[in-house]
């Protein structure tokens, strides 16, 4: 036997498909089918082994034939999941960069406002190490507090 194709080891006469009777012999079946073919045909016959191992090999390709499918399905499903958090990441940057560009500005003014806190920052520590009238060369006495001695020498500085 080939892969597809058993081999065939007789044939049964028929007439209007249902199998014809031992009381007809081949000569007549012959006979028969030259007077009138109408109804009349044959049908192969296989061992019984070719056709286990035909059906056995068709049930396997049915059965991964729907493992397939079901794989493609979950891969689908991912995909459209996929796609959708994909559709809802692509709004919340279109947002994000919505709020940075208008607000750019205002990261201008944040990243300036940084820089003068490190510059108390640094001011407060020399002034734990330092006395403030040589730092910042004014008289303290005229401000109720040292941070509003700095607030002004900062805009001092700024001015």
Request: glycine share 6%; net charge negative; aromatic share 6%.
């Amino acid at each position: 036997m080939t892969k597809n194709k058993p081999e065939i080891v007789g044939y049964v006469p028929t007439k209007n498909g249902k199998l014809v009777g031992e009381d007809l012999s081949l000569e007549d079946f012959t006979e028969q089918l030259r007077e009138n073919p109408a109804g009349l045909s044959v049908v192969p016959l296989i061992r019984l082994g070719d056709y286990e191992i035909l059906e056995a090999d068709r049930n396997q390709q049915y059965d991964m034939k729907v493992k397939a499918r079901e794989q493609r399905d979950k891969v689908v499903a991912e995909l459209k999941t996929l796609q959708a958090k994909c559709r809802m990441l692509e709004s919340e940057l279109a947002t994000v960069k919505k709020v940075a560009y208008g607000n750019a500005e205002l990261l201008d003014e944040c990243e300036e406002l940084r820089k003068v806190a490190d510059q108390y920052r640094k001011l407060i520590e020399m002034g734990e190490d330092f006395h403030w009238e040589n730092i910042i060369r004014v008289d303290i006495s005229d401000f109720p507090s040292r941070a509003d001695a700095i607030d002004a020498v900062m805009r001092e500085s700024r001015g």
